[in-house]
């Protein structure tokens, strides 16, 4: 409809507070949807470091030493192409502390991606929550595999003990190994289940290549706590070094 001639239509006033705090919503708004883009790709990265390959099984030989235990070598028990995951934690003041190889994938809550060593095979570890459990923080090492898995010597020597594992009791063992190279030490290998019929007291054992045994399932009696990172349902060998007394 068409204004009457000589009369204007009063301008509308704008409002400088109404102005800011639609100004300040937009902002507001603007802040909220980066931060949700943060955490969308904070969690996207978090899950996928979780089941990342703890090694590359294509640079690792069979005897790939995971950690040193007051200077021994310590190979994987299980073959690099079966290992789910690897995490340390502690299981009591008489053991060792071990110095992992490779990535603590632990060391930064936030990143999750501190590298404390390089090495050709990718290791890659997680320092787990010690959970009530006293001693060091690397004292104890689980290497995750399915149940059934193959269960190898970490270290060259002789077997001195067999004896029934105490959370599995009768449905694995652990095996006591005293290593050539450092014979004031033992070596332990628990969870293994369906020992191998030539392992016994004063068998002599080689890294990488002696069959122990196999991974024993223990994941509905323990509900492992490496089930956290990885995949799987957590079963695992824990290996673990001692002095003699």
Partial sequence: MPRPAGRRVPRRTRDPKVYR????LAVGLAVLA???VVVAAF???SGAENQALPIDPNSAETDTVLAEAAGLPISSPVRPEEITGLGYHPEGESLIEMSPRGENLSANVFLGLVTTGSTPEKLRYHVMPPASRLGSRTGAL???AEAGTT???PVNGTVVA?????VLQDGAKVVEIKPVDAPDLRVSVSLVGDIDAEVGPKAPVTAGITALGSVADSAEVLKPQLAE?????????????????
């Fill in 21 to 24: 705090r639609r100004r300040l």
């Fill in 34 to 36: 980066a931060l949700a």
């Fill in 43 to 45: 969690a996207q990265t």
């Fill in 142 to 144: 689980d290497v995750g």
């Fill in 151 to 153: 269960v190898y010597s």
């Fill in 162 to 166: 067999i004896r029934p594992d105490p």
């Fill in 229 to 245: 990172y990885t995949s799987g349902s957590g079963n695992h060998v824990t290996v673990s070094a001692s002095r003699v007394d």
